[in-house]
């Protein structure tokens, strides 16, 4: 069962070992380039903060956001920010978020994400978990993927497998970090594609983060995953 409670807390002390970390850089800094293709790290600071918010409206029963658009356009405009004024955001938001958590609330119910995902609303603090544990990667500061709690990498690398079952572009996998192993893929009696790995060369491939250079393929050459 999920401990939302738990997770709550957990997406606690993940937001301020990240606030820590980039309260080290200076006004240049936040302009550099950050991991993700296009964005610098002001844009990830900037998404942190308008995801919490986000967050905070499926919680409370309102759309996520009010369109892509709008989305992408608050994201512009927040990423120039001096440091200051994105920590203070990344900072009061996650607080907003904390306060929407803590609210009493029926976690058994249904909430709607963006583009008619939905999940159950005990999900939504590991969903932000996510969010800042795999942006705080993101931010190319020291932070990687080696760095993210065990806990974290388990869960986040069920969770990202399970998003991929049953795709039809996804040819029966087995994961295996050695100890652990899961499922991926189109449904079948058995496994096509075993891939190997550390679990933080797993989770890097299965969200995006990493080529799969470091995993090892047998039975097949590294499937190919959609973009999440």
């Known amino acids: 069962m999920i401990d939302h409670v738990r997770d709550l807390e957990s997406v606690r002390s993940a937001t301020e070992r990240l606030l820590t970390a980039a309260a080290k850089l200076d006004n240049a800094g936040v ?9 610098t790290r002001g844009h ?3 998404h942190l903060a308008r995801n919490a ?3 905070v409206n ?3 029963g309102r759309p996520m956001y009010v369109s892509g658009e709008a989305r992408d356009a ?3 405009r927040d990423a120039p920010r001096p440091l200051e004024a994105q920590l203070a955001d990344v900072r009061e938001s996650a607080a907003r978020f904390q306060e929407a958590g803590a609210a009493p609330a029926d976690w058994s119910r249904t909430v709607e994400l963006r583009n008619g995902v939905t999940d159950s609303a005990a999900r939504v603090p590991f969903r932000r978990w996510a ?3 795999l942006h705080h990667v993101d931010l190319g500061i020291g932070y990687e993927l080696e760095d993210l709690p065990e806990e974290f990498t388990e869960r986040e690398t069920d969770f990202l497998a399970r998003r991929f079952t049953g795709n039809p572009d996804v040819p029966p996998t087995r994961l295996t970090d050695g100890t652990r ?3 991926t893929g189109r449904e079948a009696a058995a496994p096509e594609v075993t891939v190997t790995g550390t679990p933080a060369d797993l989770l ?10 470091a995993l090892t393929a047998e039975g097949g050459t590294l499937p190919a995953l959609p973009p999440l």
Do not use: C, F, N
């Open 53 to 55: 918010d986000a967050l």
């Open 204 to 213: 890097g491939w299965l969200a995006g983060r990493r080529d799969g250079a």
């Open 181 to 183: 192993a899961w499922s």
């Open 31 to 39: 302009t550099d380039q950050s991991r993700l293709p296009g964005w």
């Open 44 to 46: 990830v600071l900037a």
């Open 58 to 60: 499926v919680l409370e």
């Open 74 to 76: 608050d994201i512009e």
């Open 131 to 133: 969010e800042v544990e």
